[in-house]
């Protein structure tokens, strides 16, 4: 079982920054995967970006050139830096990690950050 901390979320004016925070404690061996997903309302959840232990990522198109997604293995955290912030960012940000790509199969969540984009 792994237990994920999320941190960094707020409400910021359009164009601006957020960075996100999440500390990952447990069974940290299986999260060859980590990443961020969002939630907004009325809709259903969506990957954000993602990034394997080796470094690897994998960013949804309409963040891609905004968002950077990084991973410090020693400290078990990964962090989602968000410029250039949009409206249509609002969401609940949530943690993921897992051994694979499928958060679906083995993966676990933390409990959502949430971050308004304000015009």
């Known amino acids: 079982q792994v237990q994920l901390v999320e941190s960094g979320g707020g409400l ?43 470094g690897n990522t994998n960013y949804a198109d309409s963040v891609k050139g905004r968002f950077t997604i990084s991973r410090d293995n020693a400290k078990n955290t990964v962090y989602l830096q968000m410029n250039t912030l949009k409206p249509e960012d609002t969401a609940v940000y949530y943690c993921a990690a897992g051994p694979n790509y499928n958060m679906a199969i083995g993966g676990s969540w933390g409990q959502g950050t949430q971050v308004t984009v304000s015009l």
């Open 12 to 54: 910021v004016q359009a164009g601006g920054s957020l960075r996100l925070a999440c500390a990952a404690s447990g069974s940290i061996g299986s999260m060859y995967v980590m990443g961020w997903y969002r939630q907004a309302p009325g809709k259903q959840r969506e990957l954000v970006a993602v990034i394997t232990r080796f």
